[in-house]
């Protein structure tokens, strides 16, 4: 084992093993999806800043994951588009932990960011007369910063476990980016340990949390059905129906990738998986609440009007 081992100070991520005018334009159509997921996420942000409005506790959670969401695709997709610039350019070992580390962090956060947003919907919905007593600014910051603090603490775990590991002299990590399986690979020691804490995190940070948000929507749902107001009810399923694609698109994508069962060529298609994961979701995210929100539409009115005006 020891002549397999090194002290590793970079590793070279492999990508998308593809032509090089093919690697030429995924360049630049995956560089306008960043620029479009940046640019959206951003107005999503701006929206609320100005609009004075947007400022509730539905609206201060989707400021919270569209931060999230520019993040997350700023932890990965960077060194993707390196990579299909410059395919043989190694990436350093403390940069390819620290993007194992961020991507794992903000993907946790999303996670319980879409459990809290479902929570204010149940409240909401189920109990209008008694929501502004239930989601006080105080509870709301409280919950934003319960998310934030619990991926940070998850990400140490799986790093401090990672850490640790000697790497074997091959250094060529099967991905377009440093996700933690792919790592774990290339260790010359046991990570069985490594693997079932990703396991287990994923199944608390993805089981548990879904699990919740369809008990909760189908609460909202017989609350929507008892209302006799036809349009209520449009209103409450406008309300839900844009947090509830968000939700289909990550977690199930996410379940899929790290609790799924495996069949036909299990690295490629997670691969392509986490493509989707980490560039499209967060790109879809701000027009899916854009177009099937009417209040976030009428905000963006009003501010376009402002602009006018000025």
Same mark, same amino acid.
């Given at each position: 084992m020891g002549d397999n081992?090194?002290?590793?100070?970079?590793?070279?991520?492999? +990508?998308?093993? /593809?032509?090089?005018? %093919?690697?030429?334009?995924?360049? +630049?159509?995956f560089s306008l999806f960043y620029v479009l997921t940046l640019l959206g996420n951003g107005v999503i942000l701006g929206l609320i800043s100005l609009d004075s409005r947007l400022h509730t506790p539905m609206y201060f959670f989707l400021s919270h994951l569209a931060i999230v969401d520019m $993040?997350?695709? *700023?932890?990965? #997709?960077?060194?993707?588009?390196?990579? /299909?610039?410059?395919?043989?350019?190694?990436? =350093?070992?403390? +940069? *390819?932990?620290?993007?194992?580390?961020l991507f794992l962090t903000f993907a946790a956060i999303e996670c319980l960011l879409l459990v809290v947003m479902s929570y204010d919907r149940y409240v909401a919905i189920c109990h209008p007369l008694r929501y502004s007593v239930?989601?006080?600014?105080?509870?709301? %910051?409280?919950?934003? #910063?319960?998310?934030w603090t619990i991926g940070v603490l998850l990400s140490l775990v799986h790093l401090v476990?990672?850490?640790?590991?000697?790497?074997?002299? $091959?250094?060529?990590?099967?991905?377009?980016?440093?996700? %933690?399986?792919?790592?774990?690979? !290339?260790? *010359? $020691?046991?990570?069985?340990?490594?693997?079932?804490? #990703?396991?287990?995190?994923?199944?608390?940070?993805?089981?548990?949390?879904?699990s919740s948000i369809i008990i909760s929507y189908m609460c909202i749902l017989c609350a929507i059905l008892r209302?006799? =107001?036809? &349009?209520?009810?449009? @209103?409450?399923?406008?309300?839900?129906?844009?947090?509830? *694609?968000? #939700?289909? !698109?990550?977690?199930?994508? $996410?379940?899929?990738?790290?609790?799924?069962?495996?069949?036909?060529?299990?690295? &490629?298609?997670?691969k392509y998986l986490l493509l989707f994961h980490s560039l499209f979701n967060p790109m879809l995210n701000p027009l899916i609440y854009t177009l099937k929100?009417? &209040?976030? @539409?009428n905000a963006m009115k009003r501010v376009l009007g402002i602009k006018r005006v000025l």
């Amino acid at each position: 084992m020891g002549d397999n081992t090194t002290s590793v100070t970079e590793f070279i991520l492999l +990508g998308f093993p /593809l032509d090089t005018r %093919i690697q030429t334009l995924l360049f +630049g159509l995956f560089s306008l999806f960043y620029v479009l997921t940046l640019l959206g996420n951003g107005v999503i942000l701006g929206l609320i800043s100005l609009d004075s409005r947007l400022h509730t506790p539905m609206y201060f959670f989707l400021s919270h994951l569209a931060i999230v969401d520019m $993040a997350y695709a *700023c932890s990965t #997709v960077p060194q993707m588009l390196l990579n /299909l610039l410059s395919p043989a350019k190694p990436i =350093s070992f403390a +940069g *390819c932990i620290t993007q194992t580390f961020l991507f794992l962090t903000f993907a946790a956060i999303e996670c319980l960011l879409l459990v809290v947003m479902s929570y204010d919907r149940y409240v909401a919905i189920c109990h209008p007369l008694r929501y502004s007593v239930i989601m006080s600014w105080r509870v709301c %910051i409280m919950l934003v #910063v319960t998310s934030w603090t619990i991926g940070v603490l998850l990400s140490l775990v799986h790093l401090v476990l990672l850490l640790p590991l000697p790497f074997c002299i $091959a250094q060529k990590i099967d991905h377009f980016f440093c996700e %933690i399986m792919a790592v774990l690979k !290339l260790a *010359c $020691a046991d990570t069985h340990v490594n693997e079932i804490m #990703v396991l287990a995190g994923s199944i608390s940070m993805l089981v548990g949390p879904f699990s919740s948000i369809i008990i909760s929507y189908m609460c909202i749902l017989c609350a929507i059905l008892r209302l006799q =107001s036809g &349009e209520g009810q449009r @209103k409450a399923f406008s309300t839900c129906s844009s947090h509830l *694609c968000v #939700v289909g !698109l990550f977690y199930g994508t $996410a379940i899929i990738m790290y609790v799924g069962p495996r069949y036909g060529n299990p690295k &490629e298609q997670k691969k392509y998986l986490l493509l989707f994961h980490s560039l499209f979701n967060p790109m879809l995210n701000p027009l899916i609440y854009t177009l099937k929100n009417s &209040e976030v @539409k009428n905000a963006m009115k009003r501010v376009l009007g402002i602009k006018r005006v000025l």
